[in-house]
Structures are given as C-alpha cells and as structure tokens.
Nanobody
C-alpha cells in the first residue's frame, strides 16, 4: 500500500519560514519524481514545486520560485519543501504527490499518488 504523509504545516506569521515534509512508503521512492501542490479555499489545486526523480534538480511556480526549495532524500524516502518569506496568500492545504513520469511535473495529471495534505496558515 502506497502512503504519502505530509507534516510540518501550521500557523505562522507573515515573513516566517516553514519546512514541509512528506514521508513515502509502499513504492520505490527513487523511481518517482515528487511534487508539491496547494489548494486554498474556493480555489483549484495549484502547482508549487517539484523535485526530479534523482533529486538533483527541481523547479517551481513563479509565485514561489525565489523563496522555495524542494529537496528529495532518496535514502530517507522523504521529500521536503522549504518555504521562506511566507505571505498570507500562501495560506492553503499543501499536498505532496508522486509521479512515475519525471516530466511535465507542474501538471496534476502526471501524478499517481497523493497525500492527505497539511494546512499552512500565514497570518498578517
């Protein structure tokens, strides 16, 4: 059984930092690229960032690219999303997801497995 479990969310202040984690089990982690998405109330789920399969590279949505880092630890079967300079508009439920395709990772359709999400709330 494949499981993706996010953690690290919470209530923070404008300008703070957070590191989200996503622990994965039930699949060969090194064979999967990992993505982060978020969904704010009343909005569609949107791409935040993704780490490629081998963890050597990553890319991000324009809205977060200068203040976020996606990192993938294949030994620990965990992917991280470090976000700095958080803003109230970053408030959302954050989801990690696993893709067996290692390309076009900004598209939700590329992902095979999803976590349940962790809430991030940024107060002004």
């Amino acid at each position: 059984q494949v499981r993706l479990v996010e953690s690290g969310g919470g209530l923070v202040q404008d300008g703070d930092s957070l590191r989200l984690s996503c622990a994965v089990s039930g699949l060969t982690f090194s064979d999967y690229a990992m993505g982060w998405f978020r969904q704010a109330p009343g909005k569609e789920r949107e791409f935040v960032g993704a780490c490629y399969r081998d963890g050597s590279n990553a890319y991000y949505a324009e809205s977060v690219k200068d203040r976020s880092i996606c990192s993938k630890d294949n030994a620990k079967k965990t992917v991280y999303l470090q976000m700095d300079s958080l803003k109230p508009e970053d408030t959302a439920v954050y989801f990690c997801a696993a893709s067996g395709r290692n390309y076009d990772l900004s598209s939700r359709r590329q992902y095979d497995y999803w976590g349940q999400g962790t809430q991030v709330t940024v107060s002004s």
